[in-house]
């Protein structure tokens, strides 16, 4: 897209890029800390609801795009499972490792959350599971199975919405007037790094081509990265503030949202019945994957020693990937 400005023209745009998203992931995170606050929602909560939501626009936009050109579909739902696996087992790795180097001692931050924030990240690591081996099992995904993970999102999005009301009251006062400001400067600040994101990939993409790297790898790093970048930007921003619930938050709440929301678009505007058993070996990582930070977060083992294992099993998921593709 900025082949015209060359390879110096690029990497500024780069360099711009990757300072502008540091920025519009700080002030995401900074405005949905200040909403949870005021508004009387968990930091978990507003993770999984408004900060998930805004950094899985990626991920819609390629569902959209694949509808527009039914053929292309099973590139959607190849990209909703692959980014489940690259949400749990890179960036929560790496925001795990991160924690670690800023708080020695072992982390205990589930103590700080609401039962029903708990509860919410469960849920959403049970949806993950279920659905990819249910759509196994049954051989195929149609526009029905489209309805009704859109109707499961629904749902639960209600559901979610009735934690406030056992919860405290947020702050009142002044800051209570600051409820919208706060909600259209989150939104802001995640679309910001959505568009970002975006200008990485491009310029990412035009540099490594005009240094020789093959499209087909670029397509298999920098461009399936890509859809995932939002989310590791609001991710590491938040443990660098040390609101690692908010983070996990947002990445579980992802991985719900690409399963059931973007997903279900998918399934629901494709007039094509997908073959399943293509997608096998990442519906079995992803299973595993989210089992995996089941136990991790049941026992209230977050360290580096976990980071260190979700990122192994990300390493054999990409050697396992491209064990039979020669470059």
């Not at 700080?26 to 200040?34: H, K, M, R």
């Not at 005021?38 to 998930?52: D, N, P, S």
């Not at 990939?201 to 240094?211: G, K, M």
């Amino acid at each position: 897209m900025f082949e015209w400005l060359g390879l110096l023209g690029n990497a500024v745009i780069l360099v711009a890029a990757l300072i502008a998203l540091d920025r519009a992931s700080g002030l995401t995170i900074s405005n949905s800390v200040n909403l949870a606050g005021v508004t009387g929602f968990g930091k978990t909560t507003m993770g999984f609801i408004l900060v998930a939501f805004s950094t899985s626009l990626p991920e819609l936009f390629v569902a959209v795009f694949a509808v527009i050109q039914p053929d292309n579909v099973g590139v959607s739902i190849g990209n909703v499972l692959g980014s489940n696996i690259v949400n749990i087992c890179l960036i929560l790795g790496v925001c795990f490792v991160l924690m670690a180097l800023k708080c020695p001692d072992r982390i205990c931050f589930l103590p700080t959350m609401a039962k029903e924030e708990v509860g919410s990240l469960y849920f959403g690591l049970l949806v993950a599971s279920i659905v990819p081996l249910t759509l196994l099992y049954v051989g195929y995904a149609s526009q029905f199975m489209g309805a009704v993970l859109l109707a499961v999102f629904i749902f639960y999005l209600y559901q979610l919405s009735r934690i406030r009301n056992v919860k405290e009251e947020g702050t009142l006062g002044a800051e209570k007037g600051k409820t919208r400001r706060y909600t259209l400067l989150a939104i802001l600040g995640a679309v910001g790094v959505v568009v970002c994101a975006f200008f990485i990939v491009e310029s990412a993409s035009f540099i490594a081509t005009s240094v020789g790297v093959p499209k087909v790898i670029i397509g298999a790093t920098i461009v399936a990265f890509g859809t995932s970048v939002p989310e590791l930007a609001t991710s590491v921003e938040a443990v660098r503030k040390r609101h690692l619930d908010l983070a996990l938050g947002n990445i579980i709440g992802s991985c719900f949202i690409n399963i059931t929301c973007i997903l279900g678009v998918t399934l629901l505007a494709s007039p094509l019945r997908i073959n399943m058993s293509a997608f096998s070996d990442v519906a079995m990582f992803s299973l595993v994957t989210n089992v995996l930070l089941w136990y991790f977060l049941s026992s209230e083992k977050i360290g580096w020693r976990e980071g260190a294992v979700l990122l192994f099993i990300y390493s054999v998921f990409l050697a396992i990937s491209f064990s039979g593709y020669k470059f």
